[in-house]
């Protein structure tokens, strides 16, 4: 069993930034594919950005340009850095690990004021 503990959540108003952290309790952090994803009100939830055990990314077209996901695997952690951020990007942000087996933080609410 993994466990992923977010942080970094808050209120911002649009155009400001955030960056979450997501700490996983796994010796094999490293093997991970590590993803970032969002539930809106009323809505889905949904990709935010992934990066996988090699480093390579890939991202919502509402992120690119905008957000920038990276790990470090020496401290089992990975990072959204979110900037230029905008009312709808108000979700509760999920950190999401695989590796054969789906895992799932608990959320940390992002809110954005116009």
């Known amino acids: 069993q993994v466990q992923l503990v977010e942080s970094g959540g808050g209120l911002v108003q649009a155009g400001g930034s955030l960056r979450l952290s997501c700490a996983a309790s796994?010796?094999?952090?490293?093997?991970?594919?590590m993803g970032w994803y969002r539930q809106a009100p009323g809505k889905q939830r949904e990709l935010v950005a992934r990066?996988?055990?090699?480093?390579?990314?890939n991202y919502a077209d509402s992120a690119k340009g905008r957000f920038t996901i990276s790990r470090d695997n020496a401290k089992n952690t990975v990072y959204l850095q979110m900037n230029s951020l905008k009312p709808e990007d108000t979700a509760v942000y999920y950190c999401?690990?695989?590796?054969?087996?789906?895992?799932w933080g608990q959320g940390t609410q992002v809110t954005v004021s116009s």
């Open positions: 999401n690990a695989l590796y054969g087996i789906n895992y």
């Open positions: 796994t010796r094999i952090f490293g093997l991970y594919t």
């Open positions: 990066i996988s055990s090699g480093a390579s990314t």
